[in-house]
């Protein structure tokens, strides 16, 4: 098995760096078997319906990849909740629950976006609820598109000015929610995104991996080959 993990490429019209990144990182590791795609791979994302033009490109880009064999399995970011199966049913791919086990590296592995587990920082964890709730995705999916993206616009900007205002440690994980979390799904491997802090953690439930994000400077994966992880970065825009 070679699979590839990312998250945090928060790709929009803004960041085509970081787009073309994402182009040559799959044309350069042309023979990997899988893609795990951890959340926030969109900066927003405002429907399965989105007919924008980046949204059209990268379903293109990654039913490429489906229909050449690789396996896709995606999962849902703070940025990019409204992620739906019918994205994952264009690209060929599988949506994957906010928490996930597979067998990775031979161990069992806990796979989830990450923003969960920052359970000191409150405000956001109500807005989560919120926003993850059926009835408010079924208010904003009866509204037309330009006034989605609109609003997706405000929230992002809102979601900037708090996090400006709030102490670095309660946007990083809290160790007890880690700990709750490894030990309710019985596993002793946990990989996320999320917190943009990339490295390897040893905790007394095992090990906790944390995918770096990607900016106009550096990119990141995690690479499992057989019983093999490694973390590694790579440079953009060079």
């Excluded at 919120?130 to 509204?143: C, D």
Aim: glycine share 6%; charged share 25%.
């Amino acid at each position: 098995m070679h699979r590839l993990f990312i998250s945090d490429l928060h790709l929009s019209e803004d960041t085509p760096e970081i787009e073309a990144a994402l182009v040559a990182l799959l044309q350069r590791e042309a023979g990997f078997d899988s893609l795990v795609i951890l959340g926030d791979f969109f900066e927003a994302w405002v429907g399965d319906d989105d007919d924008a033009p980046l949204a059209v490109r990268i379903k293109t880009l990654l039913q490429a990849l489906a229909d050449d064999g690789v396996q896709l399995l995606i999962a849902r970011g703070n940025r990019d909740f409204m992620l739906g199966e019918k994205f994952a049913n264009d690209i060929g791919g599988t949506l994957l629950q906010d928490e996930t086990v597979l067998e990775i590296a031979g161990q069992p592995t806990l796979l989830l976006h990450g923003d969960t587990l920052c359970t000191d920082d409150v405000d956001y964890q109500q807005f989560r609820t919120l926003v993850h709730s059926a009835e408010w995705q079924a208010e904003m999916m009866s509204k037309p598109l330009l006034e989605r993206r609109e609003l997706a616009r405000q929230l992002r900007s809102m979601s900037i000015d708090a996090a400006s205002n709030k102490p670095e440690d309660i946007m990083d994980v809290n160790a007890q929610a880690v700990a709750t979390t490894m030990q309710a799904a019985g596993v002793v491997r946990m990989i996320h995104g999320h917190t943009h802090r990339p490295a390897r953690h040893e905790t007394d439930e095992g090990e906790r991996v944390v995918l770096g994000d990607w900016t106009t400077q550096q990119g990141w994966l995690l690479r499992e080959r057989e019983s093999t992880l490694t973390l590694e970065s790579f440079a953009i825009g060079l």
